[in-house]
């Protein structure tokens, strides 16, 4: 297989298990999926039907209970065998980057500042040469020396794609990435999204409850009970 | 593209909550100018009380039988309440073998109706032109010099002595009650010591002056191979006299002084606590509210050590940032702190009272600084230990 045909991330049999007293809940039960590389991929489904665990999982914030799971055709996760803190630490910086509902900004970091942070604990080699480009791709450019405070919900969003996207990730996973932002601002972080995947090639992960913006991916996957219901 | 130091992401955190790091820096800097006072005290004190006790240029002092803290505060400040002994005691101590030197000394006391507002005490001590500066390490003039013969009517004027009465040098002085005059033939320069506030008149006149034959005091200058504690007891065999070393004063002193000392170190080590518990309370309240931010920086690839590395430096920069106030503080009202001091203590030397130097001041600073490292240990450990999945679940889960 070559390296372009190799899957950004293969999973099998995937299980998350939380016990809640005697109680077992299967949040992801069973689940197996291909991820392509450069795809833009939606996962989709009511609230409790597994989506945040999925991406979770698949993005290593979190260890399955069992499964395989594979990153570029290297496997991380195996037979449930739990990977420790820092394991997952080095994987997470050198394959993903994330954005939440939540923006999660410094307020007392400028914009600029706040797209560098992770250099300060991690900075992949040449990452640090496109990043004017990438505030302009994300058109926060003119707002680099504001603090988040003065920028909009859509901004702020910007912001936190461009410090994902800043060590140059082989992956974004956005999780409800427009859950606090008004109608027209969700269109634009969609529109940012789509771009960010056809033109840089980037693989998107969104998890999402709004279908306009799920619609916009190649391929959405909607889940119900912890299984993929549709595909 | 500069990064950002984790130094700057550590102090830009604390401007978050600007008051409360405040706070927490001013209560560290209270801790660090009670320590650095204290210390400073601590030094001042007994450098002066040394100088002091040098100054007097004997070790040992015979006076008439009393109290012996009135007697120490005789020898060191002058004092009321004179009892006097027989002049010829000076020469049978004299005589002694382990004696190398001794100086008479007699102490009076009149009023001056024109001293402040109400009028004051005028106190003169005689010496014995001849061996009393030979006791002295230095007797350093202003202007003019030493007396011209032993009874003659000269007065030589401390510093502070000529300042208060606005004396120079061939100025006549009137001794009040006696209606005497006496010409100032010296002005000694500022020695720091008791001497600055003290009128020296030849022993002679003194006793012609006040029409007393006797003495206050005898300075005891004792050879080096002298067995100290031998010759003091031999010295009490003498009928009348107390013996007062002048160790033995320095001992009573410092022993009054480390009392009151570890009064106020165990209020500073108290202080200190309270200002850890602060720290610690500041730093892991900052954590608990900034969790799902730190799960953001460990996301962006922060490991569990750039974590703990992060909230130790804000919590040593609350630190040291309280250190170098507080340090500050204390230089700044070191003067006043000794004018306090002063006003509380029975007995006090003449020079300075609290001596800072760069090393006290370094000292204080790795104090605070071990402090911030200490408090800052567990809200590091705690924030360190945070796993992102934890902290930075989206509002709604799905």
Not at chain 1, 69 to 87: D, K, T, W
Not at chain 1, 191 to 214: C, F, K, M, P, Y
Request: with cysteine; aromatic share 6%; charged share 20%.
């Amino acid at each position: 297989m070559s390296a372009s045909t190799v899957p950004a991330i293969e999973a099998q049999h995937l299980r998350r298990v939380y016990r809640r007293g005697p109680e077992e809940i299967a949040a992801v039960d069973d689940i197996s999926l291909t991820i392509d590389r450069g795809s833009f991929t939606s996962i989709v489904g009511p609230s409790g039907s597994g989506k945040t665990t999925l991406i979770n999982v698949l993005g290593c914030l979190d260890n399955p209970s069992s499964g395989t799971l594979s990153l570029g055709g290297r496997v991380v996760f195996e037979n449930g065998q739990g990977l420790s803190e820092a394991r997952l630490t080095r994987i997470r910086r050198d394959a993903f980057g994330y954005i939440f509902q939540k923006f999660f900004l410094v307020p007392t970091l400028t914009v600029l500042e706040n797209v560098v942070l992770p250099f300060t604990f991690f900075k992949k080699p040449g990452a640090d040469e496109d990043v004017f480009r990438l505030l302009k791709t994300l058109g926060i450019d003119r707002r680099a020396d504001h603090l988040p405070g003065q920028l909009s919900g859509g901004e702020m969003q910007r912001v936190a794609i461009a410090r994902a996207l800043v060590n140059k990730p082989d992956i974004l996973l956005a999780d409800e990435p427009t859950g606090n932002l008004d109608t027209a601002r969700s269109e634009e972080i969609g529109s940012i999204l789509q771009e960010l995947n056809v033109r840089e090639g980037l693989t998107v992960i969104l998890v999402t409850h709004n279908l306009r913006l799920a619609a916009l991916a190649q391929r959405t996957i909607e889940l119900r009970d912890g299984k993929i219901a549709a595909a | 593209m500069k990064k950002l130091s984790i130094f700057e992401v550590a102090y830009k955190s604390l401007l978050r909550k600007k008051t409360r790091s405040l706070l927490t820096i001013l209560g560290i800097a209270m801790a660090a100018w009670v320590l650095v006072s204290l210390f400073g005290f601590n030094r001042g004190y007994e450098a002066s009380l040394n100088k002091d006790i040098d100054n007097l240029g004997f070790q040992m002092l015979i006076v008439a039988k009393g109290c012996p803290y009135e007697a120490a505060t005789l020898m060191l400040k002058g004092g009321t309440g004179l009892k006097y002994m027989n002049e010829s005691i000076a020469a049978s101590v004299a005589a002694e073998p382990e004696v190398e030197g001794v100086t008479p000394m007699l102490m009076q006391v009149v009023f001056d109706p024109n001293k402040g507002e109400s009028g004051g005490l005028a106190a003169y001590l005689g010496v014995d032109p001849v061996s009393f500066p030979k006791m002295k390490s230095a007797l350093p003039f202003k202007a003019g010099g030493w007396f011209t013969e032993p009874e003659a009517a000269e007065a030589v004027f401390g510093y502070e002595a000529a300042e208060l009465e606005q004396r120079e040098v061939g100025d006549l002085y009137l001794i009040p009650e006696k209606e005497i005059e006496v010409k100032v033939v010296g002005i000694l320069e500022r020695t720091g010591t008791q001497d600055d506030g003290t009128i020296f008149l030849p022993i002679r006149t003194v006793q012609k002056i006040f029409g007393i034959r006797e003495l206050t005091s005898i300075g005891i200058k004792v050879k080096h191979e002298a067995d100290m504690k031998a010759f003091e007891d031999k010295l009490y065999k003498l009928p009348d006299v107390q013996v007062v070393s002048l160790s033995q004063v320095k001992t009573t002193i410092m022993t009054l002084v480390s009392t009151a000392r570890v009064m106020v170190f165990s209020i500073a080590l108290i202080a200190i606590l309270i200002a850890m518990m602060g720290v610690i309370n500041t730093v892991l309240m900052s954590v608990m509210e900034r969790r799902q931010e730190i799960g953001i920086l460990k996301s962006m690839g922060a490991m569990a050590g750039d974590i703990f590395r992060l909230v130790w430096i804000e919590t040593i920069i609350l630190c040291i940032g309280g250190g170098l106030i507080g340090t500050s503080l204390a230089l700044l009202t070191a003067r006043l702190t000794d004018v306090l001091v002063r006003g509380f203590l029975p007995y006090s030397p003449s020079g300075g009272l609290v001596a800072i130097d760069a090393g006290l001041v370094l000292m204080t600073l790795g104090v605070v600084t071990a402090i911030g490292l200490a408090s800052g240990i567990y809200p590091s450990w705690k924030a360190a230990r945070m796993r992102p999945l934890d902290t930075i679940r989206s509002e709604e889960e799905s």
